[in-house]
């Protein structure tokens, strides 16, 4: 057994083991006996600080989608350029899964278990690039385009598509299919590939838009 931690560093050290464990193999994957191990206490230690498993696990969740990503600075030192500032963010999101892989991995597993945490994932850490994409093609597409609310709106979730499963085959999977591609040239790629999406260039990119972060 480990030397007695004070309650506060060894509810910590708990949380830490069980957010690695959950993010590898999701909420039913993992077990009480397992991330004890993990910290090397008995269960009934663990129980005095979480009354179960769900707990324990809401309460990694809770943690880790409540992490914002600040786009401010990304937004305020840019130029007017749209596509300058969506690589900017989009460099601000890919820095913070490069450094904690387990942010994504833990993302994608409340998606699969139905947890209520997810909502807080897509406020804290991708509502800002929907809200900037959207106002952004409201400024600058054709008001003449069919559907062009609906158009406007998918665009926001493709572009957070896209950047998903790229980190998701970098850092996810067993070969990174896209290791000869840095951070930053990932990022600009998959705002070009967007912008070609979307079918805008360069003549409509020279306006600033503004979001509040």
Known sequence: MNQRMPAHQRRDSILEAAMKLFAEKGFHGVSIDEIA????????????????????????????????????????????????????????????????????????????????????FFKNRWKSFTDYIEFSLNERMSHDIPNREITIMAAGLMFQGMLREALAQKFLQPHDRLEDLSMEELSQELVALFLRAVGMNKSHLSRKAVIKV
């Open 37 to 120: 191990r993990q910290v090397d206490v008995s269960p009934a230690i663990l129980y005095r600080h979480f009354a179960s498993k769900q707990q324990l696990y809401d309460t990694v969740l809770q943690n880790m989608s409540g992490r914002r990503e600040s786009y401010v600075d990304t937004v305020v030192n840019s130029s007017t350029s749209f596509e300058d500032v969506l690589i900017g963010m989009t460099q601000v999101y890919i820095k913070s899964v490069t450094d904690n892989p387990d942010l994504l991995r833990i993302e994608l597993q409340s998606l699969l278990d139905g947890s209520s945490a997810t909502n807080e």
